[in-house]
């Protein structure tokens, strides 16, 4: 079964600094999607990859699709402490998915110190 | 703007209680989903529905069980509570696709339940 592994679990950060939090699947991606959750709340959505190499931003965190379709990066820019929270990346299955089940990494909590 | 909504957002319960938790979307979608998420486990699927009556097992189906009567609504219920079921549970509904397609899912503010 596909698995997938964020690297760093924790992540501190002064404010104003950059950042990166990487998703690693043992499978082929075939649809990559990130979310951001402020503690104790629901996920939201921020942005979703398909394509290799395919890269797409919103404000000042951008994410990009490796070539081999295994592996996703997440950075932000200048981080501010509205950017805290857990970050979590979610695959589609590999095969036919009935009822679109979508596979999440364990999460990445990110905390910025003003 | 799209809706996920769950009924309670903190819920107390004592071990050997009936639990149901109500998740409601406003947004026709086919699918929708139960997760729990515990600190360092990430999410994990519980069950999951693609069509009104229709259910699926997800990785951690013991202790659960679902109902779908209606298209818009999925509940999700603790047969009798007990402590290990003290989690925080998400709700998820997304559209219906195939491979190779869309498959965002739309989440819910979450449930956190204690079974003391």
């Known amino acids: 079964s596909q698995e997938l592994e964020q690297s760093p679990q924790s992540l501190i950060v002064q404010e104003g600094k950059n950042l990166t939090i990487n998703c690693t699947s043992s499978?082929?991606?075939?649809?990559l999607y990130w979310y951001k959750q402020k503690y104790g709340e629901g996920l939201i959505f921020l942005m979703m990859?398909?394509?290799?190499?395919e890269e797409k931003s919103h404000e000042k965190i951008t994410a990009k699709l490796d070539e081999k379709k295994q592996q996703s990066s997440l950075h932000i820019t200048a981080s501010q402490p509205s950017h805290a929270g857990i970050y979590l990346c979610?695959?589609?299955?590999?095969?036919?998915?009935?009822?679109?089940?979508?596979?999440f990494g364990q999460g990445t909590e990110l905390s910025v110190k003003p | 703007d799209v809706k996920v909504t769950q009924s309670s957002r903190y819920l107390v319960k004592r071990t050997g209680e009936k639990v149901f938790l109500e998740c409601v979307q406003d947004?026709?979608?086919?699918?929708m989903f139960w997760y729990r998420q515990d600190p360092g486990l990430g999410l994990r699927l519980i069950y999951f529905?693609?069509?009104?009556?229709?259910?699926e097992k997800g990785d951690i189906p013991e202790g659960y069980s679902v109902s779908r009567e209606k298209k818009e609504r999925f509940s999700l219920i603790l047969e009798s509570a007990s402590t290990n079921q003290t989690s925080m549970y998400l709700c998820?509904?997304?559209?219906?696709?195939?491979?190779?397609?869309?498959?965002?899912?739309?989440f819910g503010p979450g449930t956190r339940l204690t079974v003391l």
């Open positions: 998820a509904s997304s559209l219906t696709t195939g491979t190779g397609y869309y498959n965002e899912q739309f």
């Open positions: 499978k082929t991606l075939y649809g």
């Open positions: 990859l398909q394509k290799g190499g």
């Open positions: 979610g695959a589609d299955a590999p095969v036919y998915n009935q009822g679109g089940k979508l596979i």
């Open positions: 947004m026709d979608h086919e699918n």
């Open positions: 529905s693609y069509d009104v009556k229709m259910k």
